[in-house]
């Protein structure tokens, strides 16, 4: 059983663990603008990241958000996608009002089959039904080739780790 933490308390992840050397599974969320879908994972061709974060009114996954837009610009061609379980709606007030336009943002609100298909859904806690905080890099054939569960949801990623795995 995948484990991360909240607040220093373990919390279970529920889910289809995926880890590197594994296909990524080629799930369809929901984009913020627009509510058109999106396929994250599977073999496209391109590199993809893929960032999962909790929740984008939380001020953690607010700067994460940022700081990987920023970054995105110069990973040339790369699909850079954020995945939550935030509705649409709001995914795309946060998007505007904070300038975020490399990052394709998306919502796992319908089914959760993307929290569920990666491993990624919390467990029995205070957050249990959100995503927990990860990273997962895929390359053109489709191929896991780099995941990082964030040991404390609280706590950023590792962005540079996640940007050379990318490169």
Not at 27 to 35: D, K, P, Q, R, Y
Not at 77 to 93: H, K, N, Q, W
């Amino acid at each position: 059983m995948a484990t991360t933490k909240f607040k220093g308390t373990d919390v279970e992840l529920i889910g289809n663990e995926v880890n590197v050397g594994d296909k990524a599974p080629a799930i369809t969320v929901v984009n913020s603008e627009g509510l058109g879908d999106v396929v994250v994972g599977g073999a496209t061709g391109k590199k993809q990241l893929i960032i999962v974060v909790p929740s984008l009114d939380t001020g953690v996954c607010a700067t994460e958000t940022r700081n990987f837009n920023s970054k995105a610009a110069s990973l040339g061609d790369v699909t850079a996608t954020i995945v939550s379980l935030d509705l649409p709606f709001a995914a795309g007030r946060f998007c505007q009002s904070e300038g975020i336009n490399d990052l394709t943002v998306c919502s796992d609100f319908r089914n959760k089959d993307f929290a569920n298909a990666y491993g990624v859904l919390l467990g029995g806690s205070v957050l249990a039904g959100v995503t927990c905080r990860a990273i997962f890099v895929v390359n053109e054939e489709g191929v896991v080739t780099y995941k990082e569960i964030v040991p404390e949801i609280t706590e950023e990623p590792n962005y540079d780790a996640a940007i050379a795995a990318v490169s």
